[in-house]
């Protein structure tokens, strides 16, 4: 009754563990993943992931990426990863900023495009929403 | 014939470049087996990221509609050329031999009739290409300040040069690195990123994936992705690269200074013979004149 997961950032692998349940944050909306789901391939929008394990849960904030799901295992390939206890205020006022930065570009370039703007906005709705689910807020 | 004691300065002055030099050795290696570890940490995730691009991308290569990245241009009239190099040297020939395949690559499409550009990341190469390309340079990525190459430095060359392909500066993105095999050996590597290139998976027996939000959705989100997790590994190989070349190169200076050493030694002692046997000569000949 376990699924392998992976998660790994360029940098490094984090976790590599049997694990009952992933909740995963696709860009959809979230998903769980559990054994013998059907094979799918999702990108990530920035969100919280937790791996429920016969040890506990494990909480990431990841930002970007993809996950692939298989019947017997998951692996999330996230451009930043990090585990949730590692996110300093600071980091997280970064991770805003740099969003809010994307958004104010993606303004200025894509006059005319509803299309990127919203994208940037929406990435920018969800990384102040992950301060949410981790206990810090945006600093303005 | 050098006095006794220009040879006792030299034999002084090539010992202390034998120290630099086998402490240059030393932090080479203590580098190198900090570079191997993070392009081991970071194969996981090129490994498993090109699979399912690879997979992607068979699917999407034929379709009209297939991302620029992908299909590229249709043109391959005007090339930019990545080329990736150390910021320092005394480093064997790791440096010029990046440079050197650049050239050769810059020359043949030269020949060719097409439009190089050439941005480069690195100093060294920078300084190597200047003289013979120098007008085709576009820009420079300097990583001096950088202690340990990290995601955030490759995105931000993958940012310029993505800015650039959307602007229509250019049609083909080539990398030069290289790429490490072991102490000795590294070979300078040119890669296309622009239009990417996928190896064919073998086997052919792929999972039919459910693709959310699509798979076009996700090709164009993947696909500029991909030229940062190139640039990366690439760099990463070249971090390693250079820290080997370093430490053999450095290991066989020391070996040289080391034989320089031996060599002035018994010409110093040879002199010092030669000078006690001439006072001996002098002062026997002077008795028996007596």
């Known amino acids: 009754m376990a699924v392998q997961f992976d998660l790994v950032s360029p940098e490094r692998r984090l976790a590599s563990v049997e694990a009952t349940e992933v909740k995963i944050p696709g860009a959809d909306g979230d998903m769980t993943a559990m054994e013998g789901h059907a094979p799918t391939i999702t990108t990530l929008r920035p969100g919280v992931l937790s791996v429920v394990h016969s040890g506990g849960t494990d909480d990431y904030v990841v930002i970007g990426g993809f996950a692939e799901i298989t019947a017997s295992g998951v692996s999330v390939l996230a451009e930043r990863a990090l585990p949730k206890a590692e996110v300093t205020q600071e980091m997280f006022n970064g991770m805003v900023k740099e969003a809010k930065e994307a958004y104010a570009t993606a303004q200025e370039t894509f006059k005319n495009e509803p299309g990127p703007v919203d994208d940037a906005a929406k990435l920018m709705a969800d990384m102040v929403a992950v301060g949410g689910h981790i206990g810090l807020t945006a600093a303005d | ?290």
């Open chain 2, 1 to 290: 014939m050098p006095s006794l004691k220009d040879l006792k300065n030299r034999i002084e002055s090539v010992k202390s470049t034998r120290k630099i030099t086998k402490a240059m050795q030393m932090v080479a290696a203590a580098k190198l087996r900090r570079a191997q570890d993070a392009a081991e940490a970071a194969r996981p995730y090129t490994e498993r990221f090109n699979a399912v691009m690879a997979g992607l991308a068979s699917g999407a290569a034929g379709s009209p509609a297939a991302p620029k990245l992908l299909s590229g241009t249709g043109s391959d009239q005007t090339h930019l050329l990545v080329v990736m190099t150390a910021e320092r040297g005394l480093c064997g020939g790791f440096n010029s031999n990046i440079a050197k395949l650049a050239r050769q690559t810059a020359q043949k499409l030269l020949a060719e009739g097409k439009t190089v550009k050439i941005l480069t990341v690195g100093k060294k190469g920078r300084d190597a290409i200047k003289r013979d390309y120098g007008n085709h340079f576009v820009g420079h990525v300097d990583l001096t300040e950088v202690k340990r190459v990290g995601y955030a430095n490759a995105q931000d060359i993958a940012k310029d040069v993505l800015g650039r392909f959307d602007a229509g500066e250019f049609d083909i993105a080539t990398i030069f690195y290289a790429r490490f095999e072991n102490v000795v050996t590294q070979h300078p590597t040119a890669q296309q990123i622009i239009p990417a290139q996928f190896e064919e998976t073998e086997g052919g027996e792929s999972t039919l994936y459910d693709y959310e939000p699509s798979e076009d959705a996700i090709l164009a989100d993947l696909l500029p992705r991909g030229v940062a997790t190139q640039i990366f590994a690439a760099l990463l190989e070249n971090a390693a690269s250079e820290q080997g070349a370093r430490q053999s190169a450095m290991d066989n200076a020391t070996r040289n200074a080391g034989e320089m050493i031996d060599k002035l030694t018994i010409e110093f002692n040879r002199s010092r013979q030669a000078v006690i046997t001439n006072e001996l000569i002098e002062i026997i000949s002077g008795a028996e004149a007596l």
